[in-house]
């Protein structure tokens, strides 16, 4: 079993910057694939950001975002810049054991969630 913990939301204005931060803690947790999903009122939800050996991004925070991974204090690290207010949801740490970083079926665990707000 792998708890996780988001930090970080808030309210910013578009074209701010904001880091998200996860802890994961429990059995083999640096082991994990981990990323960021986000979920906007109404949507579904999307990919953002993984990471295990190598990182993947979704296309829409493609050179926008950048995620990162301190495997010592397992910690995942999302750093958000040119925040659009399209980019507001809840964003939720994500682990895995196995399978694509952007499928949201192969995802093992899920963090309760920050929510990220992004005014015009």
């Known amino acids: 079993q792998v708890q996780l913990v988001e930090s970080g939301g808030g309210l910013v204005q578009a074209g701010d910057s904001l880091r998200l931060s996860c802890v994961a803690s429990?059995?083999?947790?640096?082991?994990?694939?981990m990323g960021w999903f986000r979920q906007a009122p109404g949507k579904e939800r999307e990919f953002v950001a993984g990471?295990?050996?190598?990182?993947t991004y979704g296309d829409s925070v493609k050179g926008r975002f950048v995620i990162s991974r301190d495997k010592v204090k397992n910690m995942v690290y999302l750093d958000m810049y040119s925040l659009k207010p399209e980019d507001t949801a809840v964003y939720y740490c994500?682990?895995?054991?196995?399978?694509?970083?952007?499928?949201?079926?192969?995802?093992?665990?899920w963090g309760q969630g920050t929510q990220v707000t992004v005014s015009s």
């Open positions: 429990g059995r083999a947790a640096s082991s994990n694939g």
């Open positions: 990471i295990k050996w190598i990182a």
């Open positions: 994500v682990a895995r054991n196995s399978g694509r970083s952007d499928d949201v079926s192969s995802v093992d665990y």
